[in-house]
């Protein structure tokens, strides 16, 4: 979806989702790399919430809004539900607005099934990865945990239709 010389880069990957690779579906958080008013060590700052509203994605940023984008029949969908790093799981407080992994991964293959040509997804349990830097057990379980739905979130969506699995 994005080339950068750098991962810190994440403005101007923000930029190259919305104006150039034009990924159909980017959940997660990050408002404020997609809302940047300074810029990245790229040099990219901008408004790339505003941008994508005018090319046409739906913009979620509670679970509510991004069923509700589901339900509208969007095909392009840009979901940003905190600042930085969505709340870890073991940390997220009951009825939280943020969707779990996997409500995002349901979200995401309800809209991109819509494609005529078919569709590539890549789903991250990026939160694994900070409890492990954090060698926070409690964490790293939760985030695994969800990670582990959203694979049988997947998994189900595959054996509702036979052929999917062939194709």
């Known amino acids: 979806g994005a080339h950068v010389p750098d991962r810190s880069c994440e403005t101007e990957i923000a930029r190259q989702y919305v104006e150039t690779s034009r990924v159909d579906v980017v959940l997660g958080g990050g408002t404020s790399t997609f809302r940047s008013p300074w810029p990245d060590p790229c040099g990219t700052s901008g408004d790339f919430v505003a941008e994508a509203a005018a090319a046409g994605y739906r913009i979620a940023t509670t679970r509510d809004e991004l069923w509700a984008a589901v339900a509208s029949g969007s095909t392009r969908l840009l979901g940003l539900f905190a600042p930085g790093a969505l709340t870890p799981e073991s940390q997220r407080p009951p009825g939280s607005s943020e969707p779990r992994l996997p409500d995002m991964t349901a979200a995401a293959l309800a809209v991109l099934e819509r494609a005529p040509s078919g569709f590539f997804v890549l789903i ?38 036979p052929r999917r699995e062939r194709e």
């Open 124 to 161: 991250e349990g990026s939160q694994i990865d900070f409890g492990n830097h954090a060698n926070n057990p409690e964490w790293q379980r939760g985030e695994v945990l969800a990670f582990d739905e959203a694979v049988g979130v997947v998994r189900r969506w595959l054996a509702a239709d």
